[in-house]
């Protein structure tokens, strides 16, 4: 079994690779550990998830507002945050056969889980990258890549309060990159040093956190049927009293069962007053909220939804990855949710001649601003429709000879693979229904 899933996993990554949605980073000089880009695909993958979730935050609600904030920021942010202090992670390392690990992740004791060799004592090791500011590198200067989003939010929260005139409750949503230098990254994309974040943290009263995290939780848990994750493939983590970080009154993790085991995909926390309450007594200023409605001044309450932007295209991916057999061969399939689809629609002419890619290259440019579509007249039907099942294209239109009479094309349906003939006009309003 376990056999089976890892061989599923490989043929996942090799998919990725063949089909331009995720190399590995600096390739041609052997790598660099656990950095990837994306290609082709992979860009307008992320870009769909990311689009997924930003309109169903900040489009979708009035009580969310967006932010960017720099990746770089003020030192002090991270002592006040805790970073400094508390983001690290137990090391241990096996005096045999010199492999690392965390010393929470190992369930072996003493004992090397590679070799059985001893192990050394945990070591605390800060997972935050550092850097200096300037051409001096001395310790004044130090600065960190952010391992986390959320702090340029806390640090704006009067700004944009101010700026867009909310009031309690509302919340700020950011997408960005962070920065861990985690010990054993791996499992191809799912634990990486440079990751993007999705982050909304939602401000409000103390006394109705409770409820909001309530809320919250079910609001994230329906957004994944949105993203078409089965919903058997999800469930709820919640943690434990030795789990907790130090700044959560209570925390469930979503996870997803992925081919290596089930594995958090989200987290969501009650952060209590923790963050603007720290961020007051770095700061010295005032981060008090004043409530008009009840004439009261206090910190806001903090619920945090977090989620990884690359930890979802895995999700999505394996979630999505098939294989069936078609026409006495195993056909390859990604069956995403056609919103996420990267390319939303392939064109085909069924042959080269009789005017056949003229037309279909005028129903592609009728469609290319508004979606992204693909033109393809190499090879037979049947490998081209192989092509766009592998990388997800949700409908495959086809120009042939009656088109010439009558304006018809066949569209090919991915997942049952069925043919209707719709007429050429109809195409955008066909995709519009679908893929939108
Ligand atoms: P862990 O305990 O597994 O290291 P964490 O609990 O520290 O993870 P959070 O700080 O809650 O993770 O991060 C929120 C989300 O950010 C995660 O659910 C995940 O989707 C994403 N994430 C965190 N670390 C990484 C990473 N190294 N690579 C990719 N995504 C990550």
Known sequence: MAQQTNDRMDRLVSLCKRR????????VYGGINSCYDYGPMGVELKKNIKELWWKSLVYERDDIE??????????????????????TDPLVDCKKCKMRFRADQIDTGKNCPNCGGELTEPRMFNLMFKTYMGPVEDAANIVYLRPETAQGIYVNFHNIREASRQKLPFGIAQIGKAF????????????????????????????????????????RLKWYERLGIRKENLEFHQHSEKELAHYAKAAFDIQYKFPFGWQEIEGIHNRTDFDLGRHQEYSKKNLQYFDQEANERYIPYVIETSTGVDRLMLTTLADAYDEDQA??????????????????????????????????HNIVNGLRKQFRV????????????????????????TVDSQTLQDGSVTVRNRDSM???????DKIMDYLVERVV
Not at 20 to 27: D, K, V, Y
Request: proline content about 6%.
């Open 20 to 27: 331009g949605f995720i190399f590995q980073s600096s390739e």
């Open 66 to 87: 967006g932010v960017d904030a720099s990746i770089l920021m003020h030192p002090r942010v991270w002592e006040a945050s805790g970073h400094v202090e508390g983001f």
């Open 180 to 219: 861990r230098n985690e010990i054993t990254p791996g499992n191809f994309i799912f634990r990486m040093r440079e990751f993007e974040q999705m982050e909304m943290q939602y401000f409000v009263k103390p006394g109705s956190d409770e409820q909001w995290f309530e809320f919250w939780k079910e609001e």
């Open 327 to 360: 026409a006495g061969e195993t056909r390859v399939v990604l069956r995403f949710d056609p919103r996420i689809a990267p390319m939303k629609a392939a064109i085909f002419p069924l042959v080269k001649k009789d005017g056949m890619p003229e037309i279909a």
């Open 374 to 397: 693909f033109y393809d007249e190499a090879g037979a039907v049947g490998r081209r429709y192989r092509r766009q099942d592998e990388i997800g294209t949700p409908y495959c239109f």
């Open 418 to 424: 069925a043919q209707e003939r719709i007429s050429q």
